[in-house]
């Protein structure tokens, strides 16, 4: 990476980041304390809370899978009953890393600029931002996606099988990734 006249391209997507994160702030505290936006939120932050607080490691619950359950859990540890606000929060926090994963897949598959762009789609998209704002599984779905991806671009398969196996444990259509693992594969073994 070089200085642009317009300064280090690190420090512009850092900005990115940082703005996609006040975006997706604003109005996280929709409905609470009940969980207003989404049914699935309802769901999952009381099992993940209960986990934390002697119910064991099994969410009793497999309409989704349970890395998030799992994700969610050690944040609960210090609230008296499901506190969906510290779950929305974690959520952000994913939606900023699949933000980094979207950029990490431009820049691997075309360069900076191209990467830039990706984040900046991904930072604005209206459906992940609204996403970003709820405890459900479709936000880590979709950094599971890009990162996977970001793998593939380069082959690094064995990596990638793992980002696959962990994004399927977010949410099961996950498993739709080794296809393109498949592909990425052919003729190596």
Excluded: C
């Amino acid at each position: 990476m070089r200085e642009s006249r317009w300064g280090s391209p690190w420090l512009a997507l850092a900005t990115l980041v940082a703005g996609a994160g006040v975006i997706r702030l604003v109005g996280i505290q929709y409905g609470l304390p009940f969980p207003l936006l989404n049914p699935d939120e309802a769901n999952i932050v009381p099992r993940a809370w209960r986990m934390s607080h002697g119910g064991g490691l099994d969410p009793d619950w497999f309409d989704y899978p349970s890395l998030l359950m799992y994700t969610l859990a050690p944040f609960q540890n210090w609230s008296d009953g499901p506190d969906y606000l510290v779950a929305r929060l974690v959520l952000v926090g994913l939606a900023l890393a699949g933000i980094g994963a979207a950029w990490w897949l431009g820049n691997r598959a075309y360069g900076f600029l191209a990467g830039f762009v990706a984040a900046a789609v991904t930072a604005v998209a209206t459906v992940h931002v609204e996403y970003s704002r709820m405890a459900v599984t479709d936000v880590p779905l979709a950094l599971g996606v890009a990162a996977t991806l970001a793998l593939l671009v380069r082959g690094q398969l064995l990596p990638a099988g793992i980002a696959i196996g962990l994004t399927a444990s977010f949410k099961y259509p996950g498993f739709v990734l080794l296809v393109p693992l498949l592909v990425a594969g052919w003729g190596r073994w």
